[in-house]
C-alpha cells in the first residue's frame, strides 16, 4: 500500500458535491482510501496536491504534449534548426504539435509571467526570443521540463554561431 500525504479536493461527479480531504491518501491495487473510512475504485487523477476520483473535470486542461504513436515520432527537432529562422519556425510547429494552446492558456500556464501577446510577438517573428522566454515557450507548450534541453542547444548553436560570423 501506498500513502501520499496531500490535501486533496474529492469531488463527488454523481451528486456534484465537493469534499475536502486532508491527510494521506492510500493506494492499493485499484481502491484508494481516504484515511480509513472511505475507498473509491476507479480513474484517480493526480495534479500538484489534488487529486480527483473518477472524470478529470471540465475545468482541468490537459497541458502536457502526449508522445506520438510507436514508430511515428513527429515532434520537431530543434537540432536540425540552421539559422534563426528555422528554429522560429520549428518553435511554431512544436506549438502546434503539442495542441496549439492559446497565447491565453499559455499565459495562464506560466501565471501570467507572460502576457498572452508576448507569447504572440515572441514565436511569430523571425528572430531568436531571450532565452528566458524559448524556456517559457518550451515549458507551456509541452508542459515537461525535459523538452528544454534540444531547445537550448540549438538557440546556444544558433546565437553562437551568429556571433562568430558578425566577429570575423
Known amino acids: 500500500m501506498t500513502a501520499l500525504p496531500v490535501e486533496a479536493v474529492v469531488l463527488d461527479t454523481d ?6 480531504h486532508q491527510g494521506d491518501v492510500h ?3 485499484g481502491t484508494v482510501a481516504l484515511g480509513m473510512a472511505q475507498q473509491h475504485q476507479g480513474d484517480v487523477h493526480v495534479h500538484g496536491g489534488t487529486v480527483t476520483f473518477g472524470e478529470p473535470p471540465p475545468w482541468r ?10 514508430g511515428h515520432d513527429l515532434a520537431p527537432d ?15 510547429e512544436f506549438r502546434i504539435w503539442c495542441g496549439e494552446p492559446s497565447y491565453r492558456q499559455m499565459s495562464a500556464r506560466c501565471e501570467g509571467a507572460y502576457s498572452p501577446s508576448s507569447f504572440c510577438m515572441a514565436i511569430n517573428k523571425q ?9 517559457a515557450l ?7 521540463e525535459a523538452a528544454i534541453r534540444p ?3 540549438a538557440w546556444r548553436r544558433i546565437k553562437l554561431h551568429s556571433r562568430r560570423q558578425r566577429a570575423v
Open 61 to 70: 486542461e490537459y497541458s502536457g504534449a502526449t508522445p506520438d504513436a510507436p
Open 127 to 135: 528572430t531568436l526570443p531571450t532565452q528566458q522566454m524559448l524556456i
Open 27 to 29: 493506494v492499493h491495487g
Open 151 to 153: 531547445w537550448l542547444t
Open 78 to 92: 530543434p537540432l536540425a534548426a540552421r539559422t534563426a529562422a528555422d528554429l522560429m519556425e520549428l518553435l511554431r
Open 15 to 20: 451528486a456534484d458535491a465537493q469534499r475536502r
Open 138 to 144: 518550451v515549458i507551456v507548450c509541452s508542459g515537461k
